[in-house]
């Protein structure tokens, strides 16, 4: 039932002073409730940038299957309990440093050193989306 509609049916202003704070209680869950993520135009930035960068379409989709559960497409994700840092979750995050002095604040730089990584350990972003899908972790 929608708040409009609660304070229609209310008769007595008590019933509607209750009815509308249950209403607005009612709102306000909805909106505490919403996920924490990137900026979607942050997010849409470094997507897009992704995606010009690595070119070919399954291999953008298998990186992106990993952005997404490491990071959310956050760049500056940090995991509490192991320091893992950014789009690609890195550890140490200063290995990143190696694609760029940026890293920290620069989506481009640690796209770059994800892929880079995902070649060399797994020989593509798609054969590292296999292991993560395996072992979930990469």
């Given at each position: ?5 609660i304070l ?72 509490a309990s ?25 989506p481009a ?30």
């Amino acid at each position: 039932m929608s708040a409009v509609s609660i304070l229609r049916t209310v008769a007595t202003p008590k019933k509607a002073l209750a009815g509308a704070a249950l209403a607005a209680a009612a709102c306000g869950s909805l909106i505490a409730a919403a996920p924490a993520q990137a900026a979607p135009t942050a997010t849409a930035s470094a997507q897009a940038t992704a995606q010009s960068m690595i070119g070919d379409s399954a291999q953008y989709q298998c990186f992106s299957n990993i952005v997404q559960r490491e990071s959310g497409w956050n760049h500056t994700a940090t995991n509490a309990s192991s320091g893992a840092y950014g789009l690609v979750q890195a550890l140490p995050a200063s290995k990143m440093a190696s694609a760029g002095s940026d890293w920290k604040t620069n989506p481009a730089t640690q796209i770059s050193w994800g892929v880079g990584y995902m070649n060399e350990r797994y020989g593509s972003p798609c054969a590292a989306w296999d292991f993560w899908q395996a072992n979930n972790w990469y």
